[in-house]
């Protein structure tokens, strides 16, 4: 289990896209934030109505829950290529498509109970599996979406996106 601090990554660690994300987390121990991470997000999504939820700025753009369900996917798949990296697979990862799959997802039909309670368990997955890391596995690189990117970045990506979009919740939705 780690035991020590894990860094914030250079710049060579992940492709360019990605600085906007990592640079809204703040200095320190990128486990701690990941975990305090946690109880802000579930007091987020706890606190919304279901019409609150199913809320979408303008025309075209996902609601709160898609919203939601974006962060949750984009969780799984940093932790997976956290996970196949970390264990030293040199096999370049395919990119996503967050509209299908938000297109996909079904949150519409979800109650904001059920996405809170999957993002507790998944960040509680994803913190066991981060903590599991030894020092040569965070330090390890692999290829993702076309790009190199080593393990300790995804886990800043990590908490960077969920930063991004509980903020965007924030300052777009519930104005």
């Not at 990128?30 to 305090?36: E, F, G, K, S």
């Not at 799959?101 to 109650?111: D, M, T, V, Y």
């Not at 190199?148 to 990506?157: D, G, K, M, T, Y």
């Amino acid at each position: 289990m780690s035991s020590f601090r894990v860094g914030r990554p250079g710049a060579d660690e992940y492709a360019p896209y990605y600085d906007k994300y990592i640079a809204r987390v703040p200095d320190g121990d990128i486990l701690v934030t990941l975990a305090n991470q946690l109880d802000a997000t579930l007091a987020l999504i706890r606190s919304l109505s279901e019409q609150q939820a199913m809320f979408a700025y303008a025309a075209g753009k996902w609601s709160v829950k898609e919203v939601i369900g974006h962060v949750i996917d984009c969780e799984r798949v940093f932790a997976y290529r956290a996970l196949r990296i970390a264990r030293g697979d040199q096999t370049p990862l395919a990119s996503i498509s967050e509209n299908d799959f938000a297109k996909h997802g079904g949150q519409a039909a979800r109650s904001t109970a059920d996405l809170a309670e999957e993002f507790q368990h998944l960040r509680v997955s994803s913190l066991d599996l981060l903590r599991s890391f030894d020092t040569a596995a965070w330090d390890r690189r692999g290829t993702a979406s076309n790009n190199p990117v080593s393990v300790r970045a995804l886990a800043w990506i990590l908490a960077g996106h969920e930063l991004h979009h509980r903020t965007i919740i924030h300052e777009r939705y519930l104005v």
